[in-house]
């Protein structure tokens, strides 16, 4: 049966209601939150790189090359633990703000000993993951503050040989947990022969370790849709774009604060006797593709992949626990809280170890002032019985001579 002179019914209006309902709830945007992580060894400049990519200063640079006497040296050796920094403020370019959360990771990597240094940013994560499901439990949800990671930029410390261990772990585990985005810090410190066997090492590492990466969605089946010519070029040269990014991988990157003239522009570099590094140059590194990859073109797949992908695979296997463990009879389905684990930092198990100290001696004395108690107790006991005795052998006697006196009478 032909249907090509019936109208419509108006099943093919529904991606314009779409369309104007996006519109209308264009203003619940305007303040979008990214939640970015960096993870890295001191002294990799990471602080320059936040500074840099959003062309501001976010984050105050620590100076590392003050003279320590001895004391400060140890107090400094004995603070150097995998802490969690968060620096929040807001961006506006255009009319449009985003609320930008920070999360710095100082002294990860900086110890002698650095097992498990990867632990307190895993159970940080689990935290914001934890925090918001329960914010999701609540009766009133309209107001939800989210803290749960976008972004983690995981800079790699660039060196003639392979990864270390340690990152290699680190990469691995924080990959199960949040999108995960590596970079070669201080690229400009290798040569470019030696920048491209670095990266092939990085790469083969990731590919045998299984370490999951944040990749940009192609779409490639958008160029097959029925959509008009404009629009077809338009993700073809999205398509490009986003396997050049892929391409890049791991990103080598060159951060600077400092500005110089080029052909009458300023410019963000590093001047050396023999030239200018360009940071924005995609000539001299990759910056430029990963500021792209984080805000101008796949801002909001990191956030979209955060929300269904890593923080429903938590949300899953929380309920699944709760399914297999859950023992109640009025129907109430509560997610349990996770067991904390601050104890793998190494800052945490001095104080606990400390606290622990502490509390035995408490204990000792307040057992000293029992044991002391329970004496004077005893002794009292003691007084107190003989004093009875004492009193009873009197009303004896007095029990004794009344008897006499009647037995003379």
């Given at each position: 049966?032909?249907?090509?002179?019936?109208?419509?019914?108006?099943?093919?209006?529904?991606?314009?209601?779409?369309?104007?309902?996006?519109?209308?709830?264009?203003?619940?945007?305007?303040?979008?939150?990214?939640?970015?992580?960096?993870?890295?060894?001191?002294?990799?400049?990471?602080?320059?790189?936040?500074?840099?990519?959003?062309?501001?200063?976010?984050?105050?640079?620590?100076?590392?090359?003050?003279?320590?006497?001895?004391?400060?040296?140890?107090?400094?050796?004995?603070?150097?633990?995998?802490?969690?920094?968060?620096?929040?403020?807001?961006?506006?370019?255009?009319?449009?703000?985003?609320?930008?959360?920070?999360?710095?990771?100082?002294?990860?990597?900086?110890?002698?000993?650095?097992?498990?240094?990867?632990?307190?940013?895993?159970?940080?994560?689990?935290?914001?993951?934890?925090?918001?499901?329960?914010?999701?439990?609540?009766?009133?949800?309209?107001?939800?503050?989210?803290?749960?990671?976008?972004?983690?930029?995981?800079?790699?410390?660039?060196?003639?040989?392979?990864?270390?261990?340690?990152?290699?772990?680190?990469?691995?585990?924080?990959?199960?947990?949040?999108?995960?985005?590596?970079?070669?810090?201080?690229?400009?410190?290798?040569?470019a022969n030696e920048l491209v066997e670095f990266k092939t090492k990085v790469r083969n590492c990731i590919d045998e370790k299984a370490i999951r990466i944040f990749t940009p969605p192609l779409f490639e089946e958008d160029i097959s849709a029925n959509v008009d010519e404009d629009t077809t070029n338009n993700n073809k040269l999205a398509i490009q774009h986003a396997k050049q990014l892929?391409?890049?991988?791991?990103?080598?990157?060159?951060?600077?604060?400092?500005?110089?003239?080029?052909?009458?522009?300023?410019?963000?570099?590093?001047?050396?006797?023999?030239?200018?590094?360009?940071?924005?140059?995609?000539?001299?590194?990759?910056?430029?593709?990963?500021?792209?990859?984080?805000?101008?073109?796949?801002?909001?797949?990191?956030?979209?992949?955060?929300?269904?992908?890593?923080?429903?695979?938590?949300?899953?296997?929380?309920?699944?626990?709760?399914?297999?463990?859950?023992?109640?009879?009025?129907?109430?389905?509560?997610?349990?809280?996770?067991?904390?684990?601050?104890?793998?930092?190494?800052?945490?198990?001095?104080?606990?170890?400390?606290?622990?100290?502490?509390?035995?001696?408490?204990?000792?004395?307040?057992?000293?002032?029992?044991?002391?108690?329970?004496?004077?107790?005893?002794?009292?006991?003691?007084?107190?019985?003989?004093?009875?005795?004492?009193?009873?052998?009197?009303?004896?006697?007095?029990?004794?001579?009344?008897?006499?006196?009647?037995?003379?009478?």
């Amino acid at each position: 049966m032909s249907t090509s002179n019936i109208p419509s019914v108006g099943i093919s209006e529904l991606p314009n209601q779409i369309y104007k309902k996006v519109l209308k709830n264009a203003n619940k945007h305007n303040d979008q939150v990214l939640n970015l992580m960096v993870v890295g060894e001191s002294g990799l400049g990471k602080t320059t790189f936040i500074n840099t990519l959003f062309q501001t200063t976010i984050k105050e640079r620590t100076t590392h090359y003050k003279r320590d006497t001895s004391d400060d040296l140890l107090k400094t050796i004995n603070t150097k633990t995998t802490n969690i920094e968060i620096t929040r403020c807001v961006l506006e370019e255009k009319n449009f703000n985003l609320k930008l959360n920070l999360i710095d990771t100082p002294g990860y990597g900086d110890f002698i000993n650095n097992n498990k240094a990867w632990l307190p940013l895993c159970d940080f994560i689990d935290e914001q993951y934890d925090h918001y499901m329960r914010q999701e439990q609540q009766p009133f949800r309209s107001t939800k503050f989210d803290l749960r990671v976008h972004a983690v930029v995981f800079f790699i410390r660039p060196t003639n040989g392979t990864m270390k261990p340690l990152d290699i772990i680190t990469m691995k585990e924080l990959s199960k947990k949040a999108n995960l985005i590596p970079v070669i810090a201080k690229s400009d410190t290798l040569s470019a022969n030696e920048l491209v066997e670095f990266k092939t090492k990085v790469r083969n590492c990731i590919d045998e370790k299984a370490i999951r990466i944040f990749t940009p969605p192609l779409f490639e089946e958008d160029i097959s849709a029925n959509v008009d010519e404009d629009t077809t070029n338009n993700n073809k040269l999205a398509i490009q774009h986003a396997k050049q990014l892929i391409e890049s991988m791991p990103f080598a990157i060159i951060g600077s604060e400092d500005q110089y003239e080029v052909n009458g522009n300023k410019v963000f570099g590093r001047q050396y006797p023999w030239g200018l590094i360009e940071v924005e140059n995609e000539a001299h590194c990759d910056f430029r593709k990963l500021r792209s990859l984080l805000l101008r073109t796949n801002l909001l797949d990191l956030i979209n992949s955060t929300n269904e992908i890593h923080y429903e695979e938590y949300r899953k296997a929380r309920l699944q626990v709760n399914d297999e463990n859950k023992d109640n009879t009025h129907g109430i389905n509560m997610v349990p809280a996770p067991v904390r684990k601050l104890s793998h930092n190494p800052r945490f198990k001095e104080e606990e170890l400390a606290l622990k100290r502490y509390f035995t001696e408490q204990v000792k004395v307040e057992e000293q002032r029992f044991r002391q108690w329970e004496q004077n107790i005893v002794n009292e006991r003691i007084r107190l019985n003989n004093d009875l005795e004492e009193e009873q052998n009197k009303v004896k006697k007095l029990e004794d001579q009344i008897r006499m006196l009647q037995m003379k009478s």
